[in-house]
């Protein structure tokens, strides 16, 4: 074999190791991986395990690949198939995800003296999209009001508005105080 014919196939073999989407801790397909700063791809779970068993303190985190130490921790992400989810996140002390560089929270303000402009704290990802913990509890609340398809009374109360009681029969889309009477 020539040299140059070798050094095509080294040049090959790399490239196809850079586009794989295999978790370089467990050696399988990366469902929800994260990049980190020197650009080695985990599966996110692996890397947090990882990191909470070798590490002692939390205001760093290093790649198990090249050992590459960086500033702060890696952010929270939360998965469907997850087996942490929220236990993790309540369980885990959440001061260890308070600080990292990788995403900022992208919630806008509506009103007030900063509307029109995006919160900026550190960032997590959740399934809603990016944002810091407080703004999260925000927007999982406004979802989880328009996800349960409550169906809200239909009756015209006194004052002209809508009643807002939880429908009870669906039939009448009455509530209970409305479908006795």
């Known amino acids: 074999m020539k040299l140059s014919d070798a050094l095509e196939l080294l040049d090959s073999d790399e490239d196809d190791s ?72 309540d369980k885990i002390n959440k001061n260890i995800f308070k600080k990292n560089d990788y995403f900022t929270c992208s919630y806008c303000f509506i009103s007030g003296k900063n509307k029109n402009k995006c919160c900026g704290k550190v960032g997590h990802n959740f399934k809603e999209g990016r944002y810091c913990f407080t703004h999260y509890k925000q927007v999982s609340k406004k979802h989880e009001g328009n996800s349960d398809n409550k169906l809200q009374c239909c009756k015209i109360l006194k004052n002209g508005n809508q009643c807002k009681l939880k429908c009870y029969d669906v039939k009448t889309g009455l509530c209970k105080r409305h479908g006795e009477k």
């Not at 985990?42 to 395990?49: H, T």
């Not at 070798?54 to 921790?73: A, I």
């Open 18 to 89: 850079t586009h794989r989407k295999e978790c370089l801790i467990t050696r399988q397909e990366i469902k929800h991986g994260i990049v980190m700063k020197c650009n080695h791809t985990f599966e996110y779970e692996a890397l947090l395990k990882q990191l909470l068993s070798s590490q002692h303190r939390y205001d760093y985190h290093k790649c198990p690949y090249c050992r590459k130490v960086f500033s702060n921790f890696i952010p929270y992400f939360q998965t469907n198939e997850t087996e942490m989810g929220k236990e993790l996140l």
